[in-house]
């Protein structure tokens, strides 16, 4: 057991960071959830764009030969709200073309129609990049800075690129709840969340509001996406099927439409995952390797989604008169 | 200000208003009355813009309704208090009227709360409460609170009575009418004929989506057919 305990501020470390990735992929889902109650399952695409964002800005200033120049802090912030822009407006444009038009059709036809959309994107990123790089397996360039390490008291060491992640997450959800729970635009879109006609009736225009929750979620997307790059360095525009597919069900596991529930469903599915790559196959002994991390994060999933079927904190369905 | 010509509204297939006419004159409070399905609401909601209609003309002060968002409607000049009072559930009482607000400048709205607080003084006991658990006059005191917070020239009503002990209809029923007192133009949707017709100027009483019967309010109350299918005897 001794073993097990030292990898543990590890195991943590690498909880978090996926956690805090989940999260913010989970709201992009969770919130288009509040205002048009279907799954846009073409967010993961969106958020596999910021990534290539995010590794295209790296490679064009290291072909410039300004990487070493720039300061890095300055190279990240361009990267982070570039790849957040991008992806945010994209995810505008993907609502504007693929489901405005859908709005009084079944919820069924615009999830055909996300899951067409999905596919659409996968391959234009794809054709972009073989066109203009002759692959589209990309990597990030190197930023000396993230691979070096942060001694965090006695024998524990962070890497600086996880940091990154944690760091850019906070402030990142803590500007959303603000925005969400105490500006007039944020009210906005919690009256569209509860009652879509009666928030017009309060002057609210309901399609700018929608509009405006792909904004922010794609945005959030493109952020996770780019901290993907970061921290992992791979990108390939399949990568964001399994994150996405993750996040996805971590905004279920929160409960679907809330988003406090997001970030809690995003942590507790990052954690599960951590704890069973690097614990299982010690608590089995190797019976069961990192492998099985996926099926073991499922399983639990299931079994609190049996026990809570509405989600960790409860899912916010509209409400119907009074 | 309010002239309604010859609309027709189509739910899908369902004709739900075959050629609906009316009007309404500044400072006057006006009543629809009709049984269920009669078109009171579908009218109602045309005016806000949440239904379009098909044909016929809807104009606000001369100016056409007829394709205008319902977001634009109410910078026009409409509050609307729908039907089932639609409160958002989750927001406090306080949120509410913010919301209701929404078109104008958060600063300006503090005199206006004021103002629904003074028609209404539970909304102001419980103004930190979530609305989900007022009871059901006090959200349907919020309904109409909230509506007035865009200050609006035309009132629309739907149903305010609906579901509420007599003691609290009679209770907004006044408030209703004090509210025209100060200058509002109101449309009032109504099943309890005879407490609208006590505050009201006029009335009109549709049937299967059509205009059958118009008149002063105290033509209409003694009017046979009226009476017969709307007041009990």
């Known amino acids: 057991m001794e073993l097990a305990l030292d990898i543990l501020p590890q195991v943590l470390v690498d909880g978090i960071v996926l956690g805090f990735m989940y999260a913010l992929i989970a709201l992009g889902y969770t919130m288009v959830y509040g205002v048009l109650e279907f799954i846009n399952f073409a967010h993961s695409e969106i958020f596999v764009l910021g990534a290539f964002v995010g590794v295209e800005i790296l490679l064009l200033l290291e072909s410039a030969g300004h990487l070493a120049t720039l300061h890095t802090a300055f190279v990240l912030l361009i990267v982070i709200l570039s790849g957040m822009l991008l992806s945010g407006l994209a995810a505008v444009a993907l609502e504007r073309v693929a489901y405005r038009p859908l709005q009084r059709s079944p919820r069924l036809v615009a999830l055909i129609s996300a899951i067409g959309a999905s596919f659409f994107l996968q391959d234009a990123l794809r054709f972009f990049e073989s066109l203009w790089r002759n692959t589209f397996y990309l990597t990030y360039p190197t930023l000396d800075v993230l691979d070096k390490t942060v001694p965090l008291g006695l024998n524990v060491v962070v890497p600086v690129k996880s940091l990154l992640v944690i760091v850019t997450a906070l402030v990142a959800l803590a500007v959303l709840h603000l925005f969400v729970n105490r500006t007039r635009l944020g009210a906005a879109i919690r009256a569209v969340a509860q009652d879509p006609d009666t928030a017009s009736l309060m002057g609210i225009p309901v399609n700018r509001v929608i509009a405006l929750t792909f904004f922010v979620g794609g945005a959030m997307g493109g952020l996770a996406g780019v901290l993907f790059g970061l921290h992992y360095s791979l990108v390939n525009p399949y990568s964001g099927f399994f994150p996405g597919l993750k996040a996805f069900t971590a905004a279920v596991l929160g409960g679907i439409g809330n988003i406090p529930g997001a970030m809690l469903g995003g942590m507790v599915l990052g954690m599960l995952e951590a704890f069973a790559a690097s614990y299982l196959s010690i608590l089995t002994d190797g019976a069961f390797g990192a492998e099985y991390k996926d099926v073991f994060a499922f399983v639990v999933l299931i079994l609190i989604l049996i026990l809570r079927p509405k989600g960790l904190l409860g899912e916010k369905v509209r409400e119907e008169g009074a | ?233």
């Open chain 2, 1 to 233: 200000m309010l002239k309604v010509k010859d609309v027709h509204v189509y739910y899908g297939a369902i004709h739900a208003l075959k050629g609906v006419s009316f009007s309404i004159e500044k400072g006057e409070l006006v009543t629809l009355l009709g049984a269920n399905g009669a078109g009171k609401t579908t009218t109602l909601k045309t005016l806000s813009g949440l239904l379009r209609p098909r044909s016929g003309r809807i104009e606000l002060e001369g100016a056409s309704l007829n394709d205008a968002d319902p977001h634009v409607i109410v910078q026009r000049g409409v509050g609307h208090a729908p039907e089932g009072r639609k409160i958002f559930p989750r927001f406090t009482v306080l949120e509410n009227l913010y919301i209701g607000g929404y078109t104008r400048a958060k600063i300006s709205l503090g005199p206006e709360i004021e103002r629904v607080f003074e028609l209404f003084p539970r909304l102001k006991e419980r103004q930190k409460q979530v609305a989900g658990t007022l009871s059901g006059g006090e959200q349907q005191m919020l309904a109409i609170g909230r509506a007035l917070m865009v200050r609006p020239k035309l009132l629309l009503l739907d149903e305010p009575s609906m579901g509420l002990a007599p003691k609290i209809v009679e209770q907004i029923l006044e408030t209703i009418a004090s509210i025209n007192k100060s200058g509002v133009t109101v449309l009032l949707v109504e099943q309890n004929a005879a407490m609208a017709l006590a505050i009201s100027h006029r009335g009109y009483v549709l049937e299967t989506g059509q205009v059958i019967l118009e008149g002063k309010a105290s033509e209409l109350a003694g009017n046979d057919l009226v009476r017969q299918a709307y007041l009990g005897g």
